[in-house]
């Protein structure tokens, strides 16, 4: 090739560019014919079978169908709560040709920055979101609860959760502190466990998506007493329930999480016009009768929202205010269940190695404080076992359970 | 009652379209279970899309074979090779690759199929049977009750570890348990021993772990020692259809055994909350206890390979009851299926057995006719598989090795595992290379996370007075019986297994 066709292939090159930049910014046209032929990976954060993967599998199938000439491949990363899934969505190459879904409980993580995640949702290319997934208070059928005020005034139940900092837990926690509901948390029921438990009569309730225990309820195991999101009218909604201030907000922050379920979202920047495609083809899909007819047999509802829509829902549930924010902080912090009691030590004996004093329900508790763990505070200076007198005003913080063992003892 | 049963039977055996789907379902389900790290679940989460035109009993008929006959062929590397593709496969390789290398292959499979499939029968008759009294038989298992049921697993470990080997037995097992330890702490949400890796936080894999202290040791011992598996040469001598049906027959010699460990495992899948490799090494360890002759197993006792395999298929039947009739599904594997069932217009839950009996019958007897056509088939192709133990190692041990790393990679598409892997290969050889055992390890492994997670929700729910629950009495009673039972026979050195040889 000589020097002159060279340069006249170059220009032309150059020109033909130009000419596509200035006719399409951004257009879903050009978007669209970049996925011809090729492979779009689609990661569900966990593994095969259930809610995410059902859903998964059906959203890349019908995408698919509504962007010709691509082929959209599902893969299964589970573990750490959708976080190793949603990191490697993050991570990926931001060419249109990674796209992903995992839980939106994740907000949770990201509002007090666990250990772990490695993305930021306000940053993500938000596609679309295929369904809502209010939450209820499910009690179980056998117990005498049958209202949210019958909740309120009843002795303390057990309600399940999974594990700690898990999204179940830390809505049942927050619900329970800030509402002050007579719950007790009891952690480490998985999959469909919690169900089993309310059979067995070990476990009263449990806060959980709707769309899960439909069938449980249907079954006559047990009974909503409060919803919170969803327009459904057979269960009265949690906000009418409730006055306080605080509570409204993080009643709101758990709607606004439970409004964007099943998303669709690919890592930061892909091209707009890409990025176009997408949210095009996705609701081509939403809209597809196939997808619906098949979403329905699978008892999933579709309440699909696309694109800018659900970013803008993602970035409002991460603007809370800094009350919700230390509320989720110390929810997600405890370790230990500690109560705090204030008053004059009853009796101190053994050297200090036994006190008795009035505990948060008033009753004479007697407690063993540690040599080693149990902090000892007194007047301002650290202090012994030896130290402490009856008589001397103090705010002990104890465990809940176990051995009772005080945790801090703070005196005057 | 009888009605309902028959006709399904009949209508079953005489729908064309059924049976060939049946035959479809049961040849899926064996190239599932061969290879290692696809489970069941992720087999009928990618056959969904195929059901969703189907009628609902052809969909149900076809996903629960293909789930159900997964274990008849899961055993046929862990016999082989040494190469268990998931937990309770590898309680089968424990007797079952010993009696591969002593060229007896033939009669592992025959024995461990028929049992696979008269596990699978049996089960669905404890399925038809339990029915009426599913209700309060299930919801007396509570975590309190998982919790002493693991721990007796657990006391296996010292049955299990006689002889001069307790010591080591419970080295091991302790090992398992403390490596079942990993991970993110649900009562506390502390991450253990997992810091930032992430893959870590679920705990260990038990794919990877199983793989790689059964699996790689065995390969790098064919490797060094060179040959082939099975040690006695003249393979057209001991390789006959004779040798697979002196194993078949074998079942029926230990119809006692075969019955015992079917019940117990169909009992244990019926419960939600165990898990399936629970019942193959619970089955296991019952084998062992009971055997008149402790000291052959690990050696190549046929009695090893029937217990866990009777029990790893009767599971299925049993813990399909709870999935059927309560809509809460015991497994994760049950879990998908029960999805599945819901796509098809199945509506699980107590109504079924009014509603939809027929349903009910057809799935049971489904359940009996693909494991005895996964049996049949199998069996016939016994022969040919077997001979493979008898191809010099150095052809066979790196395509194992694949198949291996493939196992470890697949299950959770996370290719830190493949460190883990390495990791744990080489304390798998090095207990395999000093004569450690190595079952110990994953009972700890499988049972000490349930032991764990169990007790901690006792705890909360009923302080330290959940051991005084009648049935957890019994278990309590079970437990002191089985420790007693190994300290009496460690007394008696004669009676009890010689030093290595468990688990070589």
């Not at chain 1, 032929?37 to 859903?55: C, L, N, P, Q, R």
């Not at chain 1, 030896?386 to 465990?399: F, P, V």
């Not at chain 2, 009695?303 to 790893?312: C, D, L, M, R």
């Amino acid at each position: 090739m000589d020097k002159m066709t060279s340069h006249a292939v170059l220009g032309f090159g150059l020109a033909a560019a130009a000419l596509a930049g200035l006719a399409a910014p951004a257009s879903a046209q050009s978007g669209k014919d970049f996925f011809k032929g090729k492979t779009v990976t689609y990661i569900v954060s966990t593994a095969a079978g259930g809610g995410y993967d059902f859903y998964g599998r059906l959203v890349a199938e019908a995408m698919q169908k509504h962007l010709p000439g691509s082929t959209f491949v599902v893969r299964n990363m589970p573990g750490a709560g959708h976080i190793i899934g949603t990191n490697a969505i993050y991570a990926s190459r931001a060419d249109g040709l990674t796209l992903g879904t995992f839980n939106t409980g994740l907000i949770y993580n990201q509002l007090v920055g666990l250990d772990g995640i490695r993305f930021d949702l306000t940053k993500m290319s938000w596609i679309g979101k295929a369904a809502s997934d209010p939450r209820v208070f499910v009690i179980s059928q056998s117990s005498p609860i049958k209202t949210f005020e019958d909740l309120r005034k009843s002795p303390q139940v057990n309600f399940a959760a999974s594990g700690i900092g898990s999204a179940s837990y830390v809505e049942t926690k927050m619900l329970a502190d800030a509402l002050n509901l007579p719950i007790k948390i009891i952690n480490g029921y998985n999959g469909t466990e919690d169900m089993m438990a309310m059979r067995r009569n070990e476990i009263v309730g449990i806060i959980g998506s709707r769309s899960s225990f439909d069938d449980f309820k249907q079954n006559g195991y047990g009974r909503y007493i409060a919803q919170i999101g969803g327009d459904d009218k057979d269960v009265p909604q949690l906000t009418s329930m409730i006055t306080d201030p605080d509570g409204k907000a993080l009643v709101a922050l758990i709607q606004s999480q439970g409004d964007i379920a099943r998303v669709t979202a690919g890592p930061p920047n892909i091209p707009a016009d890409r990025l176009a495609a997408l949210v095009a083809a996705y609701k081509g899909a939403m809209e597809d009768k196939d997808l619906q007819a098949r979403a329905e047999k699978g008892g999933r509802p579709v309440e699909p929202a696309y694109g800018e829509d659900v970013a803008k829902m993602v970035k409002a549930a991460l603007i809370q205010p800094p009350k919700t924010i230390s509320l989720l902080k110390e929810t997600l912090d405890v370790k230990v269940p500690v109560a705090k009691a204030t008053g004059p030590l009853l009796e101190v004996a053994d050297k200090g190695r036994k006190i008795t004093f009035a505990a948060t329900d008033g009753k004479k508790l007697t407690v063993e404080p540690s040599g080693s763990r149990t902090k000892i505070m007194i007047a301002g200076k650290e202090g012994k076992r030896d130290d402490l007198k009856a008589g001397l005003n103090c705010e002990i913080t104890y465990k809940t359970d176990g051995d009772m063992e005080p945790t801090n003892i703070n005196c005057k | 009652m009888m009605d309902t049963m028959f006709s399904s039977l009949f209508t079953l055996l005489s729908t064309g379209h059924l049976m060939f789907l049946m035959c479809v379902g049961v040849l899926i389900g064996i190239f599932v279970g061969i290879t290692p790290g696809i489970g069941g679940r992720l087999s009928i989460a990618l056959a969904i899309p195929f059901v969703f035109g189907m009628d609902m009993v052809a969909g149900a008929v076809l996903l629960l074979v293909m789930h159900a006959v997964n274990g008849t062929s899961g055993q046929i590397s862990s016999i082989m090779f040494g190469v268990p593709g998931d937990g309770d496969d590898a309680a089968t390789t424990i007797d079952g690759y010993p009696m591969a290398k002593k060229g007896e292959a033939g009669r592992a499979l025959g024995a461990s199929m028929t049992a696979s499939g008269v596990g699978g029968i049996i089960g669905a008759g404890v399925f038809a049977v339990m029915i009426p009294v599913l209700e309060p038989v299930v919801l007396s298992f509570s975590p309190a009750e998982f919790f002493l049921l693991a721990l007796l697993g657990i006391t296996f470990i010292a049955v299990l570890a006689g002889g001069k080997d307790f010591l080591k037995g419970i080295i091991v097992g302790f090992y398992g348990m403390m490596l079942a330890t990993i991970g993110m702490d649900p009562s506390t949400g502390t991450s253990r021993y997992a810091g930032n890796f992430l893959f870590l936080w679920d705990g260990l894999s038990l794919v990877t772990a199983v793989l790689a202290l059964f699996a790689v040791p065995e390969m790098i011992a064919l490797a060094v020692k060179g040959g082939s598996i099975a040690a006695v040469g003249d393979s057209k001598v001991r390789f006959t259809y004779r040798q697979i049906f002196d194993g078949v027959m074998e079942v029926p010699r230990n119809w006692w055994l075969a019955l015992r460990t079917s019940i117990i495992g169909a009992l244990i899948g019926m419960i939600p909350g165990l898990g399936g490799s629970a019942a193959a090494w619970i089955c296991y360890g019952h084998a062992v206890q009971t055997s008149k002759t402790p000291e052959m197993f690990g050696k190549g006792a046929v009695q090893g390979v029937i217990a866990p395999e009777t029990a790893s298929n009767a599971k299925e039947g049993g813990s399909l009851l709870p999935t059927l009739f309560f809509g809460i599904p015991g497994s994760s594997g049950m879990a998908v299926l029960m999805g599945a069932f819901l796509i098809l217009g199945i509506q699980p839950g107590p109504t079924l057995i009014t509603n939809n009996m027929s349903l009910v019958w057809t799935l049971i007897w489904a359940l009996v006719v693909g494991n005895v056509i996964a049996v049949c088939f199998l069996l016939f192709v016994a022969r040919w598989v077997a001979l493979l133990t008898f191809v010099k190692g150095n052809l066979i041990v790196p395509f194992i090795l694949v198949m291996t790393v493939f196992g470890a990679y697949i299950n959770e598409s996370q290719w830190e595992n493949l460190v883990i892997l390495v990791i744990l290969s080489a304390i798998g050889y090095g207990l395999l290379r000093f004569g450690w055992p190595r079952a110990p390890f994953v009972i700890g492994l499988v049972l000490g996370h349930i032991a764990e997670e169990s007790l901690n929700k006792a705890l909360a729910l009923w302080g330290m007075s959940f051991f005084t629950r009648p049935l957890s009495m019994v278990l309590i009673g079970l437990i002191v019986l089985t420790i007693g039972y190994a300290i009496y026979k460690n007394r008696k050195p004669t009676n009890a297994p010689s030093e290595a040889s468990l688990y070589e």
